[in-house]
């Protein structure tokens, strides 16, 4: 649904009222005021693919289920759930009397139509993924591809207003991340098709079910949103306004926040951290996120074909004095791909992870002299980065442990974002500081990335990996399921086929008076269950 | 008169056009799309996606389109903004950068040709040196050292003002509007000084004086006219410079107008949102240096028989 301007006669009585600007109501104390970085880019449940505009919509939307202040899975609109023995059908029972924020019924199928509508290309969305590819659902795939408009073929069905019944191709024991409301908020129905996707910024049209409505949306500004009575749980909702604040410059946004502008922020100035941490520990809130950063090898680069070197490169990084002496933005080390997600992941690490960092460099002087380099024929790579100071900082602290390590000539290649994600699919880099954000506090989000079968192309050819991976996707129950998750990222890390890094954390202000507020891998923060002191 | 503003605003719409042209190509040059991700998506949606923004077609239809589109004041979508029309961010956020650049200005050019004057009038002395002192920092010390010196100062110690966005009314603009204000302040000051000082040794000036045409009488009607033309000419551009280009004072307090836009926008590869900014941002700049031309003409004849 692609929306037209509304012409040029509004666009003149913005610019007419230039001198009118209306005075806003001052910050008062039944208000919690959150930053969420620069401009959300939608605030269409079914579109939106933002971790920050995410935590507008929690508020706004709730899904089947929710998660609590630590990222915990917690009944939502579903108050129980159950999967069949071979964990391909889940079947969720929805709570009674459920109502839309206008008093509304919603019903199962509502939930439904929310993926009926991500999955429709007219949508133009790009989350259609979460349903045919991240969990497979019957008849997702066909839907997203426009191969069909028939919602009949969808596996997702609500045989009764309280019911809603998921059935997949593959076993999936991670759908239950999945049935939130940033992948699966239900769809108002009657508002939706009166009014298009517009209805989503019209704070007099919209309809949803979350512990908040949306109020106000000004855009590159705030979005101010109300409590909603029509919630199920309305009486445990205690802050009865939160306010999104869009403030691009971090360095601003910590001003805001020490003028008392913002109680929880965005994020935190790399050059403030460390004072921060000292004067005002309790205010600050460090924990990994989904988001992992590793260095790719091109496997198709005619000296990054030797295993051996790609194993030097890897082991004679130190990534703690990496992250925490040169970096200094909080990361966390890690040396393993799926791992410090989910602690009740069995995670693989590198081989050498039980060495001392000494040991490691010495291996790793041993390995590149065994590939054919030395003092008189050094290693010459460059690494592929964006310009974000972090990401300099850190490809920086890697090509001098390299020269320091091996004597190899690493040189930094850094550009904007939109060129480096470009230059990926080019093949023309050699060091790639790559990363990616799981859909999910889980290893499977990450492993089934790197699947030779799968999409992003990194060259590797490894019919063993995919038989793992395979394997392990029969297996319906958590536990067994990382058991062969873990046999498949053994296979994955012994072929270096990149050196990781580190799990770049969340880095958040909260201001004491704010309770509620804990930290989350997944990185949701539901206004509702945070209170105001 | 009226051929001398046809034949500049003919002049001005070839320059737009090219303006126009040239950016819609040389953006596409730049690696990167809307929808590049690190994540890739089935081709099928990709393509769904793509096609649904037009980018399939090849570039010089979708030119045409482009330009259809601005016959019809229709700006297109925003690739990035997806609730929003590339008409309906600029009609939200242009009354904000309109209204900082429109006080900036007038406070620049009131403070500053006062400065001016009270410099060129008792040169050397104490007024002099402050006006001096305004310029060279106002000149020298960039937006984004001043911004946050500012905030700390009148917004963390003395909390008389907030540090950003636009929720506390008036009081949100003062400090855009001040930190703005001062680089302009400078130039004017100094431009009218300079000018004052130039007009007041002319031959004309020296005439009347010698005439016995009174102090107060010369300045008002054969000084000021004369020394006020650097400044009219600096204003134009000036005006359109500072309700266009305020992007660091967007940023740094928080104030959703377009300047910010225009770089985010650029940087996510929006194309129709780069379109319409650098259309609205050409036709401002020409418009404002047609109307300082055409002031300037009124108020100096020889402009106006030049061509």
């Known amino acids: 649904m ?22 806003g109501p001052a910050l008062a104390d039944d208000t919690l005021d959150r930053g969420v970085g620069s401009e959300w880019s939608s605030l269409d449940p079914q579109v939106n693919f933002d971790a920050a505009a995410g935590w507008i919509l929690a508020d706004a939307y709730e899904g089947l289920v929710n998660f609590d202040p630590s990222g915990k899975i917690i009944p939502g609109a579903a108050e129980s759930w159950e999967a069949s023995a071979d964990g391909k059908t889940y079947t969720f029972r929805l709570r009674e009397g459920l109502k839309w924020s206008n008093g509304d019924p919603l019903v199962a199928q509502d939930f439904v139509n929310g993926v009926l509508r991500t999955l429709n290309p007219d949508t133009i969305s790009e989350k259609g993924y979460y349903f045919y590819s991240t969990i497979k659902v019957k008849g997702a795939e066909a839907l997203a591809n426009g191969e069909t408009k028939d919602p009949a073929v969808l596996g997702m069905t609500a045989p009764d207003d309280r019911t809603v019944v998921v059935e997949m191709e593959t076993p999936a024991p991670h759908i239950l991340d999945l049935m939130g409301s940033f992948q699966l908020a239900p769809l108002h129905s009657p508002s939706f098709q009166a009014d298009g996707a517009g209805v989503f910024i019209d704070p007099g049209k919209v309809v949803s079910n979350g512990a908040y409505v949306i109020k106000e949306v000004v855009p590159q500004s705030h979005v101010l949103l109300e409590r909603n009575p029509n919630y199920w749980d309305a009486a445990n909702v205690k802050i009865p306004f939160v306010k999104y604040h869009v403030t691009e410059d971090v360095g601003t946004e910590l001003k805001r926040y020490q003028a008392g502008e913002i109680d929880i922020t965005y994020d935190i100035p790399l050059a403030d951290l460390e004072r921060l941490s000292a004067e005002t520990p309790d205010e600050v809130f460090i924990f990994p996120s989904t988001y992992l950063i590793y260095y790719s090898f091109n496997l198709s680069h005619p000296d990054l074909s030797n295993l051996d070197l790609r194993r030097a490169l890897s082991l004679a990084i130190d990534r703690e004095v990496l992250e925490g002496k040169i970096v200094k933005g909080g990361g966390v080390p890690t040396l393993s791909y799926g791992g410090g997600f989910d602690a009740d992941y069995p995670a693989p690490q590198i081989a050498e992870a ?27 790579l460059s690494i592929a980065t964006t310009v974000a100071e972090i990401n300099i900082r850190r490809a920086q602290g890697a090509a001098l442990m390299w020269k320091k390590v091996l004597g190899a000539e690493v040189e930094i290649n850094s550009m904007e974002r939109k060129a480096w994600l470009d230059l990926f699919y080019t093949d023309d880099w050699s060091i790639f500081a790559d990363n990616l954000v799981g859909d999910f506090a889980g290893p499977e989000t990450f492993l089934s990335y790197m699947r030779p079968s799968a999409e992003p192309g990194y060259g590797w050819e490894k019919p063993e990996y995919d038989a793992a991976m395979d394997e392990a996707a029969q297996v319906p129950d958590k536990a067994g399921r990382y058991v062969g998750l873990a046999k498949a990222e053994r296979i994955l890390l012994d072929d270096y086929i990149f050196a990781p890094m580190a799990i770049e954390p969340y880095r958040h202000l909260v201001k004491a008076n704010v309770k509620g507020f804990a930290p989350s891998v997944a990185g949701y923060h539901n206004s509702q269950f945070m209170t105001l002191e | 008169m009226l051929r001398f503003i046809g034949k500049r605003l003919w002049h001005g719409g070839l320059t737009l056009a090219a303006l126009v042209t040239l950016t819609f190509f040389v953006m596409r040059l730049a690696p990167g799309g809307p929808f590049s991700r690190n994540r890739k998506i089935s081709p099928e949606v990709q393509a769904n996606i793509e096609a649904a923004f037009h980018l399939d077609e090849p570039l010089w239809q979708q030119f045409g389109r482009f330009v259809w589109g601005v016959l019809r004041l229709d700006l297109g979508p925003s690739t990035r903004h997806r609730d929003y029309s590339v008409n309906d961010l600029i009609a939200s956020g242009l009354p904000y950068s309109l209204t900082i650049g429109f006080w900036a200005i007038v406070i620049a050019a009131l403070v500053g040709v006062a400065f001016g004057l009270a410099g060129a009038l008792r040169r050397n002395s104490a007024t002099d040196y402050l006006a001096g002192t305004i310029g060279v920092v106002g000149i020298a010390v960039p937006i984004f050292v001043i911004g946050p010196l500012a905030q700390a100062f009148f917004s963390l110690r003395l909390e008389w003002l907030p540090v950003g966005g636009i929720t506390e009314g008036w009081r949100s603009l003062v400090l855009p509007i001040l930190v703005l204000a001062l680089p302009n302040i400078a130039y004017i000051s100094r431009i009218t000084r300079t000018s004052m000082i130039e007009t007041l040794r002319e031959n004309h000036v020296r005439t009347a004086r010698a005439k016995g045409v009174g102090w107060r009488r010369v300045l008002t009607s054969h000084v000021l006219t004369g020394a006020l033309l650097p400044v009219i000419a600096y204003l134009g551009p000036a005006t359109a410079a500072v309700i266009t280009g305020s992007i660091l004072i967007e940023t740094v307090f928080a104030v959703p107008g377009i300047g910010r836009h225009f770089v985010d926008a650029a940087l996510n590869r929006d194309y129709p949102l780069v379109m319409g900014i650098t259309l609205l941002y050409g036709s401002l700049l020409i418009l404002f240096n047609i109307a300082t031309d055409v002031v300037r003409a009124i108020l100096d004849p020889r402009i106006r028989h030049e061509r």
């Open chain 1, 2 to 23: 692609m929306r037209q301007g509304k012409g040029w006669a509004r666009w003149l009585a913005g610019a007419a009222m230039t001198l009118a600007l209306a005075t």
């Open chain 1, 354 to 380: 039980s060495m001392s960092q000494a040991e490691r460099e010495a291996l790793a002087q041993e390995l590149y002299a065994k590939a054919g380099y030395g003092p008189d024929n050094p290693l010459k």
